[in-house]
């Protein structure tokens, strides 16, 4: 939801001042076959399409590791959203609901996050399939699954080199 007249029945705005408080760096952008909100999907499948981390260049160093985990959690900002909303009826069915109460991407901070499988890396950008953002969307950061700790192999030991 993109066009400020555009709501649904029940749903209710409220009237804010200007962001100020907090700045973001985005580390580069995602690549997805969606342009339009109409196109993506209300929640990715990790066995969807093959979307695209593209890093900038100065972060490519910072995915060293990164390879050995098969889930990773994507935050994105969903530049295209509204902001406003604090009640919504998601479904145009009568039911309204508090916007912290569901995963819309319309929030007052509407950063999205996915988890997704890792495909593969190459060249600083992340090939993953889960995501359900559209085409351009800035990438705000890169973390291993919140739940899986360490890496899915153990590391190698380090050599050991004799004094």
């Not at 900038?56 to 530049?79: F, K, P, Q, T």
């Not at 990438?139 to 590391?155: G, V």
């Given at each position: 939801?993109?066009?400020?007249?555009?709501?649904?029945p029940n749903?209710?705005?409220?009237?804010?001042?200007?962001?100020?408080?907090?700045?973001?760096?985005?580390?580069?952008?995602?690549?997805?076959?969606?342009?339009?909100?109409?196109?993506?999907?209300?929640?990715?499948q990790i066995?969807?399409?093959?979307?695209?981390?593209?890093?900038?260049?100065?972060?490519?160093?910072?995915?060293?590791?990164?390879?050995?985990?098969?889930?990773?959690?994507?935050?994105?900002?969903?530049?295209?959203?509204?902001?406003?909303?604090?009640?919504?009826?998601?479904?145009?069915?009568?039911?309204?609901?508090?916007?912290?109460?569901?995963?819309?991407?319309?929030?007052?901070?509407?950063?999205?996050?996915?988890?997704?499988?890792?495909?593969?890396?190459?060249?600083?950008?992340?090939?993953?399939?889960?995501l359900d953002?559209?085409?351009?969307?800035?990438?705000?950061?890169?973390?291993?699954?919140?739940?899986?700790?360490?890496?899915?192999?153990?590391?190698?030991?380090?050599?050991?080199?004799?004094?």
């Amino acid at each position: 939801m993109t066009n400020k007249d555009d709501l649904r029945p029940n749903e209710q705005t409220v009237t804010l001042a200007p962001a100020s408080d907090a700045s973001l760096r985005f580390i580069g952008k995602i690549r997805t076959p969606w342009r339009s909100r109409q196109q993506c999907p209300r929640q990715g499948q990790i066995d969807g399409p093959e979307c695209q981390l593209v890093l900038d260049l100065v972060w490519h160093e910072a995915l060293r590791g990164l390879e050995a985990y098969e889930m990773i959690e994507v935050l994105y900002w969903l530049d295209r959203s509204r902001r406003d909303l604090v009640l919504q009826s998601p479904k145009s069915d009568g039911q309204t609901f508090g916007t912290f109460a569901l995963r819309s991407p319309v929030r007052p901070n509407p950063i999205g996050t996915a988890l997704v499988r890792l495909e593969r890396i190459e060249a600083g950008t992340v090939y993953v399939r889960g995501l359900d953002c559209l085409d351009g969307t800035p990438l705000i950061d890169i973390k291993p699954d919140r739940c899986a700790f360490s890496p899915k192999a153990p590391p190698k030991p380090a050599a050991i080199i004799p004094r």
